[in-house]
Every structure is written in structure tokens, then in C-alpha cells.
């Protein structure tokens, strides 16, 4: 039968030996919170540090003792050595740090100074925009291949471009325009289009000459005429052949760019074509090995298709996730053919639900990411998901998204 969710459980190991710290209110100091060996703050919190495996009873614990968690962190590595040496990584609870995490004596200027000059010229090293649409990159197609099955329902194509004759550079996460050939009904030429990049920095073929495209043919009926129309731009993209010219833009895009740091989780939600930059992270993660980027951390792709048919990569995926699965977790939501706790169809946000308790602990870990990308609306669901389980622990999931967001972990890119 088929493994919908090929999840490796011992995944988490490296996030099972780190400590974090509640910040909790409006407990008391009774005979029952005070075996949390904390004392009452000024400001009236107590801090808690607990294990990554115990945060979800820890949670509850407080909650049902009448607390409000206002704020986690992750303990520094200094506290949570204090924790160790305390003997305290098998209690529930371990005695809390007396230095806040957040208010660690501040780093010498010049090594701050450093920090934020390394930051600005990396921030400067995201290319943008080289090719804009007054005088767009001329590319070549060099290959156009279907990624939809047989049994899968519509058109979707992986097309590889050669840019090997210009200045066009990317990172993985950005996307370019593409500028269709001809005229609008009014005579003016087509508008660009946007395509998320589905290849790494390096390209498909690792020598830093191609683009590549995951790309839907748009096809409908006239809601009045009922005639079948073609999306221009989708539509011209899917027909291409080997050789054709393609008008480039671009490229543009900061919002959801791939994390530097190597030990991080990235967790990506994808439905359809949204697999594109997905792509780009895993390959660059898993399959190209450059000295630059030796990724250690946890990936956790979900991907929501109509039909197994229509899993976009699916082979390479699955071929990752046998070779890498302490490292890579795949979770497929196949709406047409699974259905989800109630019976009804699987959708992306089912299995958000299913998986939100696991996923807001990885949250809580300040190197890890969140990715949403495709189908406009495919966030309500997911933040459904996600509200169900912070509210138990009395936590506004909007208003955490907000502070992700704020932290640049939360990215979001559908249409
Ligand atoms: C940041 C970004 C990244 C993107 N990445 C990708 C990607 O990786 N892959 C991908 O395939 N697409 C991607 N897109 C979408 C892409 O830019 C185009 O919007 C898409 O290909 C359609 O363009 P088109 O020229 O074929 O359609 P158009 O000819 O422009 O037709 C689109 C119009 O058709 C109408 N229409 C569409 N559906 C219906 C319907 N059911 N009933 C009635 N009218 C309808 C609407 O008016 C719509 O505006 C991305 C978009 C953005 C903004």
C-alpha cells in the first residue's frame, strides 16, 4: 500500500536535548507551583526551562495550574549547561537560569559592528532585478519536460532555460518574469509573469548556467461563453521546444529566501506548483554538496496534490527522503485519494492539523523556519491548524505568526 506520510520519527534527536524557558504568569507561589523551584520575578513571571520533550505536558501542566506562557525561548547554551550541571535533564522542570536568556551581557562593539557589516553585505549579495522588463535576458529553452503523470489531472512542465550568455543570477527562493511573446486585446505587449525558481544558485546542471521553471498550464472555461481559454503566459511556457528564445526578467524576490544557517529546520508547505522553490531548498540541501552550505539541520516538506499522479519530483523526493531520513521528512496530503480524521477528502491543512502539536514545538526553536507557497488561500486552513494548538496553551497563533514574520521565520509566497 502506499506510505502517505513516510515520516521518520527519529528525526528530532537534535532537538530532543535542547532546554527552553517559559516566561509563565499568574501562578501563584503554592505548594504545587513551587516545585518549579522558581521564584516570583519582579515583573511578576516565572521562568521555567524545559526540555524539548516535555514542552507539550509542561504546557498543559501550566495551564491547568491557572499560568499564561507569555513568552519561550531557547536556553543559551550557557544556561543550559547550568541545567545540565543541575542534573535536571530528566525532570519535567528544571530550576531556572538567573539570567534571562534575552538579556545576555551584549557583545563587544567591533564584534557587533562586524556582525551587522557581514549582514548588510550579505543583504547586498541577493541579486535583484538584473534584467528588467525594458530589456529582458534573452534565454533558450533547453528542455521541456512533463512532470504530470498518467491518471494526474492537468498540465504542469519542468523547463530548463540557458542563461550561460548573460549576467543573470539567483538564489534559491526568488523567482523571475517571464514575458510572453505578442499583445494584450489592447495592442500593448504582454505584462510579465512571475515563476517561482525551482533550481538551485548552480542550476540544474550545477555549472551556474540555467534556469529552471516548474510551470501549470492555466486552462479554464469562459464562465459566459464556456469556451476553453488558455492562460497566455503558462500556456506558451508549457508549449515551448528546445531552442526556442524566452524573454527573462528578474530576478526578485527576498521573502522567502533559504536560511544560511546549516542546522536549521525548514519546514515547507506546498501545494501544486508551490513545490517550485521546495525544490531548489532540497536539492541545494540534499543532492548538490558545495563547500558553501553543508546542510545538518531538519527538513519537513508537506505537499498537497489532487492525485498521486500528480506528486511533482516525485521520485527525487522520495529518493531524498530514503537516503536522508534522519534529515528529511515528506508528508503528502493527496486529496482525491486519502481522506482525512473526518472522513472527507486529505487536504494540506489536515495534515497541518494532524502534525500542528510537533510543529509548534519545532517553533519554539529560534532556527526554525516556516514556507507556505502556492494556492492563494491555502493559508486559513493551515492557521486553523496551528490556532487549534496554541490556544489550548492560551497563545494567539496570529499573534505569534506576527512575531515569526517580525523574525523573518515565517514566509509566504502564494497566488
Ligand atoms: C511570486 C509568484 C510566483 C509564481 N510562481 C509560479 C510557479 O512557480 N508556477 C506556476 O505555474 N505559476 C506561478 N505563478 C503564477 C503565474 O505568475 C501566472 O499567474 C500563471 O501562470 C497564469 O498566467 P497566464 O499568463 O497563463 O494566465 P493569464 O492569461 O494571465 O490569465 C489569468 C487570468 O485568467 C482568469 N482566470 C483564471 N482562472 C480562471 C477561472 N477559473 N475562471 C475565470 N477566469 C479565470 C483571471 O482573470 C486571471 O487573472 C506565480 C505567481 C507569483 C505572483
Known sequence: MYNSSAVGKSANTQAGNRFFVYEVVGLSQNAESAQNNSPIRRSGSILITVPYDRMNQEMRRIAKMGGKIVSIRPLSEAAEAIANANGSKNNTVAEAPQAEPQSQPSKPMTQAKDKKAKAKAKAKDIPVNIYKPKNPYIGKCLSNEALVREGGSGRVQHLVFDISGGDLRYLEGQSIGIIPPGEDEKGKPHKLRLYSIASTRHGDNEDDKT?????????????????????????????????????ITGPVGKEMLLPDDEEATVIMIATGTGIAPFRAFLWRMFKEKHEDYQFKGLAWLFFGIPYTANILYKEELEQLQKEFPENFRLTYAISREQKNAQGGKMYIQDRIAENAEEIWQLLQKDNTHGYICGLKGMEDGIDAGMSAVTSKQGIDWSDYQKQLKKAHRWHVETY
Not at 501549470?216 to 526556442?244: A, I, K, M, W
Open 211 to 247: 534556469v529552471s521553471l516548474c510551470v501549470r498550464e492555466l486552462v479554464y472555461q469562459h464562465p459566459e461563453t464556456n469556451e476553453t481559454v488558455y492562460g497566455v503566459c503558462s500556456s506558451f511556457l508549457c508549449n515551448l521546444n528546445s531552442g526556442d528564445d524566452v524573454q
